[in-house]
């Protein structure tokens, strides 16, 4: 095996993993129509993470009585970049691993951030968000979450 090839599996290996925690982490939101979480990763290091949910202070409860979501609602790569823009970390060059595909608001805040590599799971029924990215030379590829 050469180095190019055993250096993909050993990335693809890591993106299975990262996906699998960022399932895991999207099990903390509160919202019943779809769960999200985010994982922000540099150097091999988690620098950041989200879930999709209601700002701070807000009551726990994401949809209204028609299960409409609330305009407020943050998605969970928003939370991950606010909550990385707190840190002492930068986003700049990190990979994101989130299990929806971003939508067109989070694909501007991504390109933003300086985030360079984008993996999703799902595919949300519009894809805007990621033509966006890719159309900002942003590297993105889907890997299936493991349920």
Known sequence: MD???????KQKNLDTRYMRMATIWAENSYCKRRQVGALLVKDKMIISDGYNGTPSGFENNCEDENNNSFPYVLHAEANAITKVAR???SSDGATLYVTASPCIECAKL????????????EQYRLLDGVDLLRKAGIDVSQIMPEK
């Open 110 to 121: 991504i390109i933003q951030a300086g985030i360079k590599r984008v993996v999703y799971g």
């Open 3 to 9: 180095n190019t090839t055993n250096t993909e599996l």
């Open 87 to 89: 840190s002492n970390n």
